[in-house]
């Protein structure tokens, strides 16, 4: 046994079917008053009917979160929580309304409770990401992990197949990278191996049906696991790759991790064998790498970047980008190799896990 150090985050969590009927319960334990719904506009809807349901609880709603969390819409939020004297936010919706809250969180110190409808389980964790100039770039902080989250199995219900694919996708990248992280441990690991296998399993089944409220409940605790993992350790070129696409062109966001999630792992896979095998065996695949791409292809998800809308004039600014700064990461990051990787996850090839070949092809 290796020596290894983990902390649990201080986060409460309730799982199960209409647990959003606590919510008021959960604004009263943090003693607060006045709570300011966020959203995204297309959920505007959804955080009505949660600050009707707050009655005297709410405060206001701003339907105004953005992917990537752009600085100018979060000071414009934080202005919104100052005018209406808000002493905590509720956050309904995927990784932009919590991103949002997090972000106001950090300018505020305001407790945070969300309620997640995606499987990006960025609800779970310190972790914030924020867009400014063209440029994403993420902190950990204590002051952004939400007090509460509160799953809600119908939450999920109407999210449509495509985008449950593209969440899921997203999800397990997480749990992928924590099993070959520098700072990797034994509970991350178990919890990464559970998540990718459940994911692997529900995933086919809610988007045949997607009332499947069984496969619905595996996903979303399946993205609780893996949105632990991203909590716990250090994620390495699979999401440094995604944040500069992100940043840099305005990909959308669980769409990109959708697609780069193979090519990252063959690029670290002869670097990175136990944790390869690790992540096969929980998909039930030879190949790791071959078996995220066939997983994405069956579930409907998109997997090339050009098909996002990148094109091949953007592919030298992205790996040099992706290569500038050091980052812990199994293989050594190489500008030429990443470029190669990026050629590949912009026409849509399948990678396959045979080192010797992708070395040479690629170094």
Known sequence: MESFAYSAPATRVIFGSGTRASLADEVR???????????????????????????????????????????DVTAKAVAQVRMLDADCVVAIG?????????????????????????????EATSILGQTEGGRKTTLRSPKVQPEVIVYDVDLTLTLPPQQSAVSGLNAIAHAVEALYAHDRNPVTSLLAEEGIRRFAQALPRLIAASDDRSARSDALYAAWLCGCCLNAVSMGLHHKLCHTLGGMFDLPHAE???????????????????????????????????????????????????????????????????????????RPLSQPALRALLDDALCGVRPTLTPSVWETSHA
């Open 29 to 71: 334990r943090l003693s607060c008053h006045r709570a300011l719904l966020l959203s995204t506009a297309p959920q505007r809807g959804e955080a009505d009917t949660l600050a009707a349901d707050l009655g005297p609880l709410a405060a206001g709603v701003f339907a105004e979160a953005t992917m990537h969390t752009p600085v």
């Open 94 to 122: 995927g990784g932009s309304a919590t991103g949002l809250g997090k972000a106001i969180a950090l300018h505020t110190d305001l407790p945070q409770i969300v309620l997640p409808t995606t499987y990006a389980g960025s």
């Open 256 to 330: 990109t991790h959708a697609v780069i999630l193979p090519h990252a792992v063959a690029y670290n896979g002869p670097a990175a064998a136990d944790a390869i095998q690790r992540i096969a065996l929980a998909l039930g695949a030879t190949d790791a790498s071959a078996g995220l791409f066939d997983l994405a292809n069956r579930l409907g998800a998109p997997t090339s970047l050009a098909a996002l809308g990148l094109k091949p004039s953007d592919i030298d600014r992205a790996a040099a980008a992706a290569a500038e700064t050091p980052y812990p990461n199994p």
